[in-house]
Nanobody, 117 residues
Framework: QVQVVESGGGLVQAGGSLRLSCAASGSFFRANVMGWYRQAPGKQRDLVASVISGGTTNYADSVKGRFTISRDNAKNTVYLQMNSLKPEDTAVYYC???????????WGQGTQVTVSS
């Protein structure tokens, strides 16, 4: 069994910051790709940022320079530091984790981020 659990969402004013965390637990060898996605009402789920085990990162253009993804391999945890938040960042944020030797990725339940103007 593998579990992926997000935390850290909430309500913040425009220009503020939030830090999301996503912890993986259960029976696996090692987390490989760890990513954050978001889905606003009526829209598709889109990639926000991802990081592979070696540390290489990838960001959506809309968050470059504002968001930073990082990981702690010892804790099987990935973080998303979100600065200079905008109302258009409002969405449910999901964590998706791929593991070495497991055939599929695992999603968390999502955490709501709301940015007020």
């Amino acid at each position: 069994q593998v579990q992926v659990v997000e935390s850290g969402g909430g309500l913040v004013q425009a220009g503020g910051s939030l830090r999301l965390s996503c912890a993986a637990s259960g029976s696996f060898f090692r987390a490989n790709v760890m990513g954050w996605y978001r889905q606003a009402p009526g829209k598709q789920r889109d990639l926000v940022a991802s990081v592979i085990s070696g540390g290489t990162t990838n960001y959506a253009d809309s968050v470059k320079g504002r968001f930073t993804i990082s990981r702690d391999n010892a804790k099987n945890t990935v973080y998303l530091q979100m600065n200079s938040l905008k109302p258009e960042d409002t969405a449910v944020y999901y964590c998706d984790v791929g593991f070495i030797q497991l055939p599929r990725t695992y999603w968390g339940q999502g955490t709501q981020v709301t940015v007020s103007s």
